[in-house]
């Protein structure tokens, strides 16, 4: 019994599948070629176009993958870049806050002794009105006595 060997071309059409049948057996004129030959041999073209599909849909998915890989990685980068910028605007936001902060800071200790000057003014009012609560609370007393002297 003669084998036949494939060989890498590309698909053959069924006539040429015919062709190349109809040439292994000529070529092998003097061996006998049987149908279970012929059908290995159609099984065998089958498993290799299979297989090449397969590979080639196997590449592709994964073309698809890393593409698809890339195309995450590239998302990443552009979120990062806009973090990054988000973060440098937020930098000059305090940055600027510190700033004012301490120019309130000057401000209020420019008006500190005005502050205290005004705590000072606070507790002498509060003095004077306690002296004449007292001094009208005197003055009440005085005019009893002097009204009971006068009677």
Do not use: C, W
């Given at each position: 019994?003669?084998?036949?060997?494939?060989?890498?071309?590309?698909?053959?059409?069924?006539?040429?599948r015919a062709q190349s049948l109809h040439s292994s057996v000529s070529?092998?004129?003097?061996?006998?070629?049987?149908?279970?030959?012929?059908?290995?041999?159609?099984?065998?073209?089958?498993?290799?176009?299979?297989?090449?599909?397969?590979?080639?849909?196997?590449?592709?998915?994964?073309?698809?993958?890393?593409?698809?890989?890339?195309?995450?990685?590239?998302?990443?980068?552009?979120?990062?870049?806009?973090?990054?910028?988000?973060?440098?605007?937020?930098?000059?936001?305090?940055?600027?806050?510190?700033?004012?902060?301490?120019?309130?800071?000057?401000?209020?200790?420019?008006?500190?002794?005005?502050?205290?000057?005004?705590?000072?003014?606070?507790?002498?009012?509060?003095?004077?009105?306690?002296i004449a609560s007292e001094l009208d609370e005197y003055t009440k007393?005085?005019?009893?006595?002097?009204?009971?002297?006068s009677k």
């Amino acid at each position: 019994m003669s084998r036949l060997i494939l060989t890498n071309s590309p698909t053959p059409t069924t006539s040429s599948r015919a062709q190349s049948l109809h040439s292994s057996v000529s070529h092998q004129s003097n061996q006998t070629f049987s149908a279970a030959d012929a059908a290995r041999h159609l099984s065998q073209e089958h498993v290799s176009r299979a297989s090449q599909d397969m590979f080639r849909k196997v590449a592709d998915y994964i073309r698809a993958e890393m593409l698809a890989t890339r195309e995450d990685y590239k998302l990443l980068e552009n979120m990062n870049i806009v973090t990054k910028d988000r973060y440098s605007e937020l930098a000059g936001v305090a940055q600027e806050l510190m700033q004012e902060v301490g120019k309130l800071r000057t401000t209020y200790s420019d008006f500190e002794p005005y502050l205290e000057r005004i705590d000072e003014i606070s507790q002498q009012a509060e003095t004077i009105s306690n002296i004449a609560s007292e001094l009208d609370e005197y003055t009440k007393s005085l005019e009893l006595r002097l009204k009971r002297i006068s009677k």
